[in-house]
């Protein structure tokens, strides 16, 4: 065989080789042009300032004054580092409508929402964090409010350290594994807070001269509040204390740990302060009469809550891509009145898969499942192209070796 007949088989089998993704190109897509999805918000960059010169140099609203503060708003972060860091400053700087959550699972080294760090005059208000390590940390500052910001499926909620004059006020804090830790920080205020459903303590209190009233504290795993240290006050004094879901009725309220703390005006705790019951979420293909492709994905979900559901979406991303999340339609049955399902149409080739399903009731409390992936291929040519692909390179090697063999 010429040198010339070796190099024009190698150039077929090679093209051949070539053209096999291109060919297979569609097996992984999915085929969803009647469905109303929406793409995850574009996400913006951390903010990292380590002093005041940053602080003052960035470009921000205001002057840093009590009346004409710095601001920060309007952010949304899909972090994989903290979303807001501020270190070494004393200007007066704002906060708000701030949006950190992680649409991937809970891995146990999640970045934190916002972290400040030897600060003082920070206010930080409505801000959502979710599926974070920390919400708010707060490190060796003073004069500093926390308000009105929700926190949920995170490791930490709100986290004080070494710090003194922090307010914490009418914050939601729920599904945490802690709620809200107080670490040698004095002289600092906890009211009217919403901390439910951590893992562990709703509250731990380790400092002096902190004042914690008028807060809902409820079916909080490790307890709903345990002081590590003495000194501190668990009521306004007059009347008004805590609300607790294991409190018995008895005349105060005993906090738990070796600061003796005590509730002298406790209330009992109940209504509805749990996100939506999820359960039996299922997906399934559906063939065509002729076999594949699927002409459809179908997943379905049973979604309770004892104040109504206000809504369900399904979140999904394709081979790695980016998250898509669409609003489920409610359809009951007989045997299912909590029914909500979802249909991506077809055609489908094939599909590589991750999702999961999140619910929100009436009250505005939030709830997911555990995300589930999955892999199929319908398409016989996928398969068929791929063991030509691999006869073909083992095809090139034996040719490549004989041309040069012969030389």
């Known amino acids: 065989m010429k040198h010339s007949d070796y190099l024009a088989a190698l150039l077929f089998l090679l093209l051949s080789l070539a053209v096999h993704p291109m060919l297979l190109a569609d097996?992984?897509?999915?085929?969803h042009s009647d469905a109303v999805t929406h793409t995850t918000k574009q996400y913006d960059e951390p903010i990292s300032l380590d002093s005041e010169s940053d602080l003052s140099s960035f470009d921000l609203n205001g002057s840093g004054t009590q009346n004409d503060p710095f601001v920060i708003s309007n952010l949304f972060f899909?972090?994989?580092?903290?979303?807001?860091?501020?270190?070494?400053?004393r200007s007066h700087l704002v906060i708000e409508n701030i949006e950190s959550w992680n649409l991937d699972e809970y891995s146990g080294e999640n970045p934190d929402g916002i972290s400040l760090e030897n600060v003082t005059n920070v206010v930080i208000r409505e801000c959502t964090f979710k599926v974070l390590g920390s919400g708010i940390q707060i490190e060796n500052s003073s004069d500093c409010e926390v308000y009105n910001n929700t926190i949920h499926n995170?490791?930490?909620?709100?986290?004080?350290?070494?710090?003194?004059?922090?307010?914490?006020r009418q914050n939601t804090v729920y599904s945490n594994?802690?709620?809200?830790?107080?670490?040698?920080?004095?002289?600092?205020?906890?009211?009217?807070?919403?901390?439910?459903?951590?893992?562990?303590?709703?509250?731990?209190?380790?400092?002096?001269?902190?004042?914690?009233?008028?807060?809902?504290?409820?079916w909080n795993g490790a307890g709903n509040a345990r002081e590590l240290s003495g000194d501190n006050r668990w009521d306004d004094g007059s009347g008004l204390g805590n609300f607790w879901s294991d409190y018995a009725g008895s005349d105060t309220y005993e906090i738990q740990g070796p600061g003796e703390g005590e509730d002298r005006y406790p209330s009992l705790l109940s209504g509805d302060f749990a996100g939506p019951v999820l359960s039996g979420g299922t997906w399934l293909g559906g063939l065509g009469e002729g076999g594949p492709p699927l002409d459809r994905l179908h997943f379905e979900v049973s979604v309770t809550d004892t104040s109504g559901v206000e809504s369900v979406c399904f979140w999904y991303k394709v081979g790695g891509g980016v998250w898509n999340y669409t609003q489920m339609a409610h359809e009951p049955t007989a045997?299912?009145?909590?029914?909500?399902?979802y249909e991506i149409p077809g055609p489908i080739y094939g599909i590589e898969m991750e999702y999961f399903y999140s619910a929100t009731d009436s009250l505005g409390y939030?709830?997911?499942?555990?995300?589930?992936?999955?892999?199929i291929f319908t398409d016989p040519f996928y398969w068929l192209g791929w063991a030509i692909a691999i006869v073909t390179i083992i095809a090139v090697t034996v040719m490549a070796v004989c041309y040069y063999t012969r030389r």
């Open 154 to 168: 995170s490791a930490r909620g709100v986290v004080l350290g070494r710090s003194r004059n922090i307010g914490v």
């Open 27 to 31: 097996t992984h897509l999915v085929g």
């Open 335 to 341: 045997d299912n009145p909590a029914r909500y399902v």
């Open 366 to 375: 939030y709830s997911e499942t555990r995300h589930t992936s999955f892999a």
């Open 177 to 218: 594994s802690h709620g809200i830790s107080v670490g040698d920080t004095n002289d600092s205020l906890v009211f009217q807070n919403t901390v439910v459903y951590s893992a562990s303590e709703g509250i731990v209190m380790y400092g002096e001269n902190n004042l914690v009233y008028a807060n809902r504290f409820g």
């Open 78 to 89: 899909y972090p994989d580092e903290t979303s807001i860091t501020i270190k070494n400053t």
